[in-house]
């Protein structure tokens, strides 16, 4: 079977990485400051692909802000198990355009991957969904699992929406399991499921001396210098290697087990992978040792500096800045919660505003990390199915990455299976310039996808 599956998903490929192309083009940033007609558009796009599929009951759920999530149906019997499927519809800023060795929007072909702006990150996700189901159908027909299909379109501007969106259509979402697919795997070819993800908050402040800009030789000197200030502050929150200067800001952390730490290190992760996937410059030291980079990345916080600005860089003169500006992100691990850590981070800044500058801070929407159990059957079919599809042993990982949702569908549908997969790779560049989808994977991904839904009406 395994054989005559990958034929047919071979030969239909094409006819997947166009569809997939046809979403690429639409370019549904989500961020409040671009045109959101495109988050509609793209939406319209995957409705018309869920009814040119021929699911059922499709529709829109709408969030606050109106970028809508799309629902679809391809039932087939009580007595079979259901499973709910996400992917997302948004994608990030295509951040410096010049950057790019292609147009964002353009996607292209070269070689074995396929560029563009959400081709990994999470388009390449739905046209698995949608690719799969198809397979299923026309191997098993009824006697194939019930699927059912939630794509957001806010994911990449942090799913403020979503929790409602779950709450309000609990019922027509019902599930046995749900399959994330906006993870990746290890490596290209390494077929992995991810167990944990670290959550994820932000605090944007802004410090303010004067009513306006002041003519620096004029004024200098006695007036405290906003942006020098906002440095001070933002240095304080981390020690020299990186670690986390705020009082009791990891007291909930959950450390790895001994044999999550074992399984880590079994993956064979080096300092010099880590410098060629990240660019990291041979001149930049790691804050952390070889054997630790992992447990780093997928189990301990981290606070970056996303955002930050005093006067304009374009334009820069011989100016006392009114005011600084910084977004400050941080990357919560296991047993961290979010609301708490953004108070603590906003307290902690709060009392080290020097001179009395007029401080005022903004918190973003938060997502709490997220760990699951490994031992119900569905991680056995699904760690197996990509094992065959890949021809490879299927790892288990952990990611630094945040979805929001993951911990929202636990919330709504208790203790299921939420399995959490995907096709990106090291190489694809998500969030950054020259994002890509190695197509070998993705190819890959819709077989195993395909086997595991075939897997869950075995009853061996």
Known sequence: MNFDIENRIHERLPKYIEALKQLVRIPSISFDNFDQKFVLQSAEAVKQMFSDAGFTNIQFLMPPSGRPTVYAES????????????????????????LWETKPFEPVVKGDRLYGRGTADDKAGIITHIAATEQ????????????KFIIEGEEESGSAGFENILSQHAELLKCDA?????????AKGVPSITTTLRGMTAVAVTLKATKAPLHSGSWSGPIPDPGQALCRIIASLTNADGSIA???FEDGLIPPTPAELESYRSLGYTETTLRKEGGVLDCVQLNVPEKEILESLWRRPSIVVTAMEVGNR????NVLQDSAYARIGIRLAPGMDADACAQMLVEFMQARVPNGLEASFA?????????????????TKMASSMAKAYHAETKFIGCGASIPGAELFRKTFGDIPILLVGIEDPECAAHGENESLYLPDFEHGIVAETLFFAELTNKK
């Open 246 to 248: 705020i009082p009791h």
């Open 314 to 317: 374009t334009n820069a003169g």
């Open 75 to 98: 039932l087939t019997s009580p007595d079979k198990p259901t499973v709910l499927l996400y992917a997302h519809h948004d994608v990030q800023p295509t951040m410096r355009e010049n």
């Open 363 to 379: 918190v973003e929407d938060g997502a709490n990390p997220f760990t699951t159990d490994t031992t119900h059957p569905f991680f």
């Open 136 to 147: 299923v159908r026309n191997l098993l027909g009824k006697d194939g699992p019930n699927l």
């Open 178 to 186: 749900v399959i994330v697919a906006d993870l990746g795997n290890f």
